[in-house]
């Protein structure tokens, strides 16, 4: 197994965690965050497109497909909190099955001398699968905070349910 074929096992591995977390949530959970906190559950599925749009599609050669708009709602600095309309869940789901599936056929391409090159387009600091793996890793902890978000609103069901 090449370094292209293990990046590809990865990418499906980390994608599969979000979309199964997103899927598995009540609609009215989606948009939940607990007191003093702004991230939810749909606000992190955004942001895995956005950072894999960053970290892995462009650096490998491929163009942003993100609708207009996408870095300021979904990007390292946006503020969830002061945005009232989000996207449906079918759509972000849509979104990001679509980007695996690119993100599959980009990885197919690139030759293990490639990944090991300093993806200059991020700044030559370490090497293209350097980045990839980062940006894996990271949508890998956002999918931990979509679980632990989900399992926060199931226990507040369960009270909720065991109170009436």
């Known amino acids: 197994m090449d370094s292209s074929d293990v990046l590809q096992e990865l990418a499906r591995e980390v994608r599969q965690d979000t979309l199964q977390i997103l899927v598995a949530t ?3 959970w989606l948009t939940w965050a607990p007191p ?3 991230n939810h559950i749909l606000w992190h599925a955004g942001h895995a497109l956005w950072l894999q749009d960053v970290m892995c599609v462009q650096p490998l050669g491929g163009s942003s497909e993100l609708p207009a708009g996408w870095a300021e709602r979904f990007g390292m ?9 989000w996207l449906a869940r079918d759509e972000v789901q849509r ?5 695996l599936q690119r993100m599959l056929t980009l990885l197919a391409d690139v ?3 490639q990944l090991s090159q300093p993806a200059r387009s991020l700044g030559g600091r370490r090497s293209l699968a350097g980045w990839i793996i980062h940006g894996l890793h990271d949508e890998a902890k956002h999918s931990g905070e ?3 978000l989900w399992k926060l609103c199931r226990v507040r069901k369960e009270r909720a349910d065991n109170k009436g």
């Open 146 to 148: 979509m679980y632990l």
């Open 95 to 99: 979104l990001l099955e679509d980007q």
């Open 36 to 38: 003093q906190t702004a």
């Open 26 to 28: 009540q609609a009215a």
């Open 111 to 113: 030759s293990a001398a």
């Open 77 to 85: 600095n946006s503020f969830p909190a002061g945005i009232s309309a």
